[in-house]
């Protein structure tokens, strides 16, 4: 018998192996001592005990042949580095802001600007909330408020611009506090928490229209505004045609600021920036820098960090890889909405979300059902995720009571250009028979809870 013809014609990777790390598997029995020990938190591993790290795509990916050259050309002088101007010039390019100021990670970007920025008792609205973005905001004494559309927290709904910012609800914040409470409104090029959900083009324009009749500035989360580039080209009318790098300038020129965490679409391992068109705001930043994480031409990183970021920034924005990076998520997905596994519609642009919720029916919202499930996976295959739910989500800082988000997910996170498709069977086979055991599982409770961004460092013990 011949083979029979195949009905597709597949797609691969723009790229082949040239360095290997071995990764190792483990026995259930050993798993399930390591969580326990971890106090049932993924963040509380040993990575020697991982067999496929999804925890993150934040500084796991791989770096090209390119990008290594360019260690080696690092200029570590403490002041004007050569690789601080390389940087300085990509960002210029392909993000189109005028100013640039370099910053460890992107935290350390989003503490100076919220910093400068935001004053005691001003409201920061948000196409829902990140982290560390948010933390950040309050403690330089804003309140964050969401004005993501509806359909973003209905994990089911196939809206393809899950991201996009709802001016009814931006316009009544605005009525309601005035825009001068309001120092700016940040946004995010696809949506971490609602699942990768990118933002359109068209409601950024708008976006941009509303702000300006109010005088209010816009800061972009640049993280993954790339990965939102390549929506806006599969999805929004018009786009088809464009590449990508003209996609994200345009994307990027209706905002006036922003913040990068480098440690995802630029393709390194460490590194961030934050960008504006302001020269006030740039002469801000570039003092404050010093305070908080170095001279103004390195902020917080070796020369040859910036030049690995200069370098990632061209290549992120090379169309064929964008394609195999997302495309490589969606394969996973797919698997999974196949075999009917719950998870969040449509497939976003940097992991997989299982719905907990759906999965974990009998586990209540305080007993932590994604936290729960993250760590149930792990003691299957060796998979680690993470938590994007109650445990996430935080208390609220008024009334001291959990955050009780819509969305309770598990995050199976893709590192760009690391693992491969096989690698993606395994997971989505693990996921599979952890769904179909899933009346056995059981909830967690807290047995240490750290006062900030308690997901990290939580422990728990099943009830
Ligand atoms: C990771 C991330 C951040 C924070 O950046 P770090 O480099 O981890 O400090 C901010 N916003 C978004 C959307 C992110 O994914």
Known sequence: MPYPKPTRRSWAEPWKVKVVEPIRMTTREYREKCIAEAGYNTFLLR??????????????SAMSDNQWAGMMLGDEAYAGSRNFYHLWEAVTEYYGYQYVVPTHQGR???????????????YVPGNMYFTTTRLHQELAGGTFVDVIIDEAHDPANE???????????????IDE????????????????????????????RALRRLCDQHHIPIVLDATRAVENAYFIQQREAGYRDKKIAEILKEYCSYTDSCTMSAKKDTLVNIGGWLATNDEGLFEEARNMVVVYEGLHTYGGLAGRDMEAMARGIVESVDDDHIRARVGQVEYLGQHLIDWGVPVVRPIGGHAVFLDARAIYEHIPQDQFPAQALAADLYIDSGVRSMERGVVSAGRDPKTGDHRYPKLELVRLTIPRRVYTQAHM????ESA?????????ARGLRFVYEPKYLRFFQARFERV
């Open 47 to 60: 990575s020697e005990d991982v067999y496929i790290d999804l925890l993150t795509d934040s500084g796991t």
């Open 108 to 122: 350390g970007a989003e503490h100076i600007i919220s910093q400068i920025m935001i004053k005691e008792g001003d």
């Open 159 to 173: 809206h393809p611009f899950k991201g996009d910012v709802d001016l009814d609800k931006l316009q009544k914040l």
């Open 177 to 204: 506090v005035g825009a001068d409470k309001i120092p700016y409104v940040a946004v995010a090029g696809t949506v971490n928490m609602a699942g990768g959900q990118p933002q359109s083009m068209a409601n950024m």
């Open 425 to 428: 069977d395994v997971v989505a």
């Open 432 to 440: 599979l028979e952890v769904y179909e055991k899933r009346e056995q």
